[in-house]
């Protein structure tokens, strides 16, 4: 599938927005992203797998914590700078 696709089909559930939006400003870990989104941990952590599915997060494991962080900054940089764009037309 192509990964333009991934990240859009991403973009179009609000909390994986937020998450990726988040990230954009750079590694998080789930407790992090939890108080800043204001969602549940649970509803968070399903977010955060649907974007590693995607192809859009990777994440590492310290101590007892995992952090995330965008997998290609620059590919998902882009993609959300045409989404901008097209909004404004």
Do not use: C, F, W
């Amino acid at each position: 599938m192509d990964y333009r696709l991934d990240i859009l089909k991403a973009l179009s559930d609000e909390t994986r927005l937020n998450i990726i939006l988040l990230l954009l400003k750079g590694e998080k870990n789930v407790l992090n992203i939890v108080s800043n989104i204001k969602k549940s941990q649970p509803n968070i952590s399903i977010a955060l797998k649907k974007l590693q599915y995607a192809g859009i997060l990777e994440s590492r494991k310290e101590h007892n914590r995992v952090y995330y962080r965008l997998k290609d900054l620059e590919r998902i940089s882009n993609i959300l700078e045409l989404v901008k764009n097209a909004q404004k037309e």
